[in-house]
């Protein structure tokens, strides 16, 4: 009974990635798009294109993985009302998302 925020978190973040990653891939537009959507959302995934010049299988599976680990992550914190972990998320995942954004990646 006392994970219950934990797993409340990640099923939350276990739904959330479909809709995500859905978005991420419209917005590659079949590698003919601007894959804005994809830097927001995924931002460590994308960050690895600057390094390997493409999306590979390992961080594929790093944005899957990601929204559920955010959620229990959440749910973690709440469950402590320690929101030390949930910020330093937030936070790393903001800068590369503005990375992503901000600095050219001629492969995206």
């Not at 590698?31 to 390094?51: E, I, N, Q």
């Not at 493409?54 to 929204?67: D, K, N, R, Y």
């Amino acid at each position: 009974m006392r994970q219950k925020a934990q797993w409340l978190g990640f099923v939350v973040g276990l739904l959330l990635m479909p809709i995500a990653a859905t978005l991420g891939i419209i917005s590659a537009g079949a590698g003919h798009g601007d894959y804005f959507l994809a830097k927001l959302l995924f931002p460590f995934t994308m960050l690895s294109t600057f390094v390997l010049g493409s999306i590979t299988a390992p961080f594929v599976m790093v944005a899957l993985a990601q929204f559920p680990i955010y959620g229990w992550v959440v749910g973690q914190s709440a469950r402590h009302k320690k929101w030390a972990s949930s910020l330093a998320i937030a936070l790393a995942h903001a800068f590369a998302a503005m990375f992503n954004v901000i600095v050219r990646n001629p492969n995206f």
